[in-house]
């Protein structure tokens, strides 16, 4: 089974960048799409943003103008761009794609803090 790892988080002070790596396994051309999510402290995970296999993108109102999503699919590494980062984007972020037979893997998480 493909794994998904993340890299990239850390501490970083309001109105900072970060820009979070997810690199998997296998070949992320054969997902149908890939994103991330986030969840905080004691609130469920909610969706960040994706990109479709047709390249198409898709955001939550909270990241939009803030996050942008990428891939490089030569490297099967997705990403997320994180500017004008505020305390309320504290939370563990996880990578998830979704197979060509619609089962939803996820990586392992880093913590991004969000601080001064």
């Known amino acids: 089974q493909v794994q998904l790892v993340e890299s990239g988080g850390g501490l970083v002070q309001p109105g900072g960048s970060l820009r979070l790596s997810c690199a998997a396994s296998g070949s992320i051309r054969d997902f149908n799409s890939v994103g991330w999510f986030r969840q905080a402290p004691g609130k469920q995970r909610e969706f960040i943003a994706q990109?479709?296999?047709?390249?198409?993108?898709n955001y939550a109102d909270s990241a939009k103008g803030r996050f942008t999503i990428s891939t490089d699919k030569s490297k099967n590494i997705m990403y997320l761009q994180m500017n004008s980062l505020k305390p309320e984007d504290t939370a563990v972020y996880f990578c998830?794609?979704?197979?060509?037979?619609?089962?939803?893997?996820w990586g392992q998480g880093t913590q991004v803090t969000v601080s001064s």
């Open positions: 990109v479709a296999n047709n390249d198409n993108t």
């Open positions: 998830s794609a979704v197979t060509r037979l619609l089962a939803r893997l």
